[in-house]
């Protein structure tokens, strides 16, 4: 076999859902934080809300396996499409207000 023969390869259903929710939490935590830094604190801070039950939304992902990850990337799915009202983050919630939109 030479080197540059290329076979294809298939990915299974799970590994490509995956995949998809790595992907997704990636680009949803570009859309709502400016930097890497404010990204990495939010992903591996503790929340009090009922999604994560004092536990990071990182340590969810890492022990819950895939309902772990799409857990997190529904949950930010929602905070990206302005779908998560007060009850939803529990007494950790702060509205956004006009002083945190940022325009590019």
Same mark, same amino acid.
């Given at each position: 076999?030479?080197?540059?023969? !290329?076979?294809?390869?298939? &990915?299974?259903? /799970?590994? &490509?859902? *995956?995949?998809?929710?790595?992907? %997704?939490? !990636?680009?949803?935590?570009? #859309?709502?934080? =400016?930097? =890497?830094?404010?990204?990495?604190? +939010?992903?591996? %801070?503790?929340?009090?809300?009922?999604? #994560?039950?004092?536990?990071?939304?990182?340590?969810?992902?890492?022990?819950?396996? &895939?309902?772990? &990850?799409?857990?997190?990337? *529904? !949950?930010? /799915?929602? +905070?990206?499409? %302005?779908?998560? /009202?007060?009850?939803?983050?529990?007494?950790? #919630? =702060?509205?956004?207000?006009?002083? /945190?939109?940022? #325009?590019?």
């Amino acid at each position: 076999m030479k080197a540059n023969h !290329y076979r294809p390869i298939a &990915l299974s259903p /799970d590994t &490509l859902l *995956r995949i998809s929710a790595t992907i %997704g939490i !990636y680009r949803a935590l570009t #859309f709502l934080f =400016e930097d =890497e830094a404010q990204r990495m604190l +939010w992903l591996k %801070g503790i929340h009090k809300g009922p999604h #994560f039950d004092g536990n990071s939304p990182l340590r969810s992902m890492l022990e819950g396996g &895939l309902n772990g &990850l799409m857990s997190v990337r *529904r !949950y930010l /799915d929602a +905070w990206c499409s %302005g779908n998560l /009202d007060s009850s939803t983050h529990g007494e950790s #919630f =702060e509205p956004v207000a006009e002083h /945190d939109l940022i #325009f590019v």
